[in-house]
């Protein structure tokens, strides 16, 4: 029987680096997450004859993830962009070279019930920047850091992302827990 829930707000997000399929680096908070919006492309394709439609097909081929949270966080461009961070007594500089390749990373969002008993997370474990990645300074507002990643698919267990509904609150993890806890 499919739990029955409301999800209601974004109460954490986390993002890794990819090692390889299924292997990721250390689990980063984002600190302050705001938004985590998921739109599944798909292929779809109509095949007509007789002047009706008589088959359709339709697959699921990557996920694009808008991303906004509350911190100008160098240790996370780090990660999702793959430049280079320099970190002293004095300051903390990430560079942003021309010849950098950006890295493959994994994302994860916990999103807990409107009666605050049941989790969902979503997750996606390949993922690379598509859009850009907007920084807004200006009078009386706050920086929000906001991007645009695209998942896609990473092996037969992995896929393009996962939505997992937990029976109780439970710990956001890259990659996902199999239990429920650990909060």
């Known amino acids: 029987m499919p739990i029955q829930s409301f999800s209601r707000g974004l109460r954490q997000m ?10 990721y680096g250390t689990a980063y908070t984002i600190l302050g997450a705001r938004s985590m919006s998921v739109q599944i492309q798909m292929e779809s ?9 008589i088959d359709r097909h339709s697959k699921a081929v990557s996920a694009t993830f808008t991303l906004a949270y509350a911190s100008v966080d160098l240790s996370a461009l780090d990660i999702l962009l793959g430049g280079t961070l320099v970190s002293n007594a004095s300051y903390e500089d990430f560079l942003i070279g021309q010849d950098d390749n950006t890295p493959y ?16 997370h979503l997750f996606a474990g390949h993922c690379k920047i598509s859009g850009a990645v907007s920084y807004q300074a200006q009078l009386d ?18 896929g393009i992302m996962r ?21």
């Open 14 to 23: 986390k993002i890794a680096s990819y090692v390889s399929p299924g292997s």
């Open 45 to 53: 394709e109509e095949l007509r004859g007789d002047d009706v439609v």
């Open 105 to 120: 990373f994994a994302v994860a969002g916990r999103v807990v019930s409107s009666g605050g008993t049941t989790d969902l």
């Open 141 to 158: 507002t706050y920086i929000i850091p906001s991007l645009e990643v695209q998942a896609v698919y990473d092996n037969a267990a992995a």
């Open 163 to 183: 939505f997992r509904q937990y029976t109780a609150l439970t710990a956001l993890e890259i990659p996902l827990r199999t239990t429920t806890g650990g909060l």
